[in-house]
């Protein structure tokens, strides 16, 4: 079946403006991670949601960033006023959320984010 | 938070090698996974073992959760295996992962 799918596959904006990056997951998983990835370094969590609310948004760095589900399945990370330590590459992730502890996690291709 | 720990940083084989990576985490975990970030940037997932060995091909992958450590080997290298290898571990089902730095490694003809 279809992956975790994210759209742009590239994003190039100015400093300032603002961008949405959307995340497509894999069909039934009600559980929905984004990640973020700067050079060299391993994804960092940003935000979890657990069907439409989020569970956990802990790891965003401030509040420019935010993100929805509405419906339980796409989500839309929303960056203000971006500026340039906010290129990275932004990854998702979906995992089944069953009563077992078996809950692996799946990676899309990732959105990579070029703030000039 | 729980640290994680992945060992050697950089490696550099010959094709035909064995190599075996390791990854050290700070506390109990529920979910341990290992992924191979291709040059496109594409996470595959290689394994999840919170504990256990599993085999797959060339790869197998060991966790011994009670001392908090696991190990990647992979068996008669190529060079389509170059890429940095991650783990990431979680302390219970949800809950987001927390990945290491990686192991770059690169595989010569």
């Known amino acids: 079946g279809a992956g975790v799918s994210q759209t742009p596959s590239n994003k190039v904006t100015e400093k300032g403006k603002y961008v949405e990056l959307r995340c497509d997951p894999i069909?039934?998983?009600?559980?929905l991670y984004w990640y973020r990835q700067s050079l060299g370094q391993g994804p960092e969590f940003l935000i979890y949601f657990q069907g439409t609310g989020a569970a956990d948004d802990s790891g965003l760095p401030n509040d420019r960033f935010f993100a929805v589900r509405p419906e339980g399945s796409v989500s839309t990370l929303k960056i203000q006023r971006t500026e340039r330590g906010d290129s990275a590459v932004y990854l998702c992730a979906s995992s089944l959320s069953t009563p077992s502890s078996y809950n692996e996690q799946f990676f899309g291709p990732g959105t990579r984010l070029t703030v000039l | 938070g729980i640290q994680v720990e992945q060992s050697p940083p950089d490696l550099i084989l010959q094709e035909g090698a064995n190599s075996t990576l390791r990854c050290n985490f700070s506390d109990s975990v529920n979910n341990l996974q290992w992924f191979h970030q291709n040059p496109w940037g594409q996470l595959i997932n290689l394994f999840y073992?919170?504990?256990g060995t599993k085999q797959n091909g060339r790869l197998s992958a060991t966790t011994v959760a009670t001392e908090r450590y696991s190990l990647l080997y992979i068996s008669s290298s190529q060079t389509t295996d170059s890429g940095v290898y991650f783990c990431a571990v979680a302390r219970s089902g949800n809950t987001p992962l927390v990945f290491g730095k990686g192991t770059r490694l690169s595989v010569i003809a």
């Open positions: 069909s039934g998983h009600t559980a």
């Open positions: 073992i919170p504990s």
